[in-house]
């Protein structure tokens, strides 16, 4: 028999610990398929290629680029990491 505080434990924190359960849950099921597209020779040779086109395509596209277009970019990429420009406070 449950005890009465039991039963309040479980209505006022059994949704919080099933959402939790269900986090964790595709967490370790998401990791289990990246570690076996990783095993898979083939596929990660494949992510790898496909990465590194990515990467030399952005550096073309930053190569070629106007200065006015280059300095957008780079302030863009700045922006959609978190860097600001704004200079240390003087003392």
Do not use: C
């Amino acid at each position: 028999m449950q005890k009465p505080y039991s039963r309040w434990i479980e209505i006022l924190y059994g949704p919080f610990f099933k959402v939790i359960g269900f986090f964790y849950r595709s967490y370790t099921a998401n990791r289990a398929r990246v570690a076996r597209l990783k095993a898979n020779e083939k596929v990660s040779a494949f992510i790898r290629i496909m990465t590194i086109l990515v990467l030399l395509g952005w550096i073309l596209i930053w190569y070629f680029a106007s200065d006015e277009s280059r300095t957008r970019l780079v302030d863009d990429v700045k922006q959609s990491i978190g860097i600001t420009d704004t200079p240390p406070a003087q003392q």
